[in-house]
């Protein structure tokens, strides 16, 4: 029974993992767009990753 109780809460923690790092850069590319927008200028090298750094 432990075993059972320990992989599903190892696959829960891998779930929310996975989902956070999603939000997470989603959230980045929302910033970068936003601050784009305020400071009126687009950078033409960013990448998906960029999105990670805020």
């Known amino acids: 029974m432990p075993d ?3 992989q599903n809460n190892i696959d ?3 779930k929310s993992a996975t989902t956070l ?3 997470g850069i ?3 590319g929302v910033c970068i767009t936003f601050y784009s927008l305020e400071i009126g200028y687009f950078p033409q090298e960013l990448s998906v ?3 990670v750094l805020f």
């Open 49 to 51: 990753g960029d999105g």
């Open 21 to 23: 790092s999603k939000l």
């Open 26 to 28: 989603f959230a980045g």
């Open 12 to 14: 829960n923690l891998s």
């Open 4 to 6: 059972f109780f320990l």
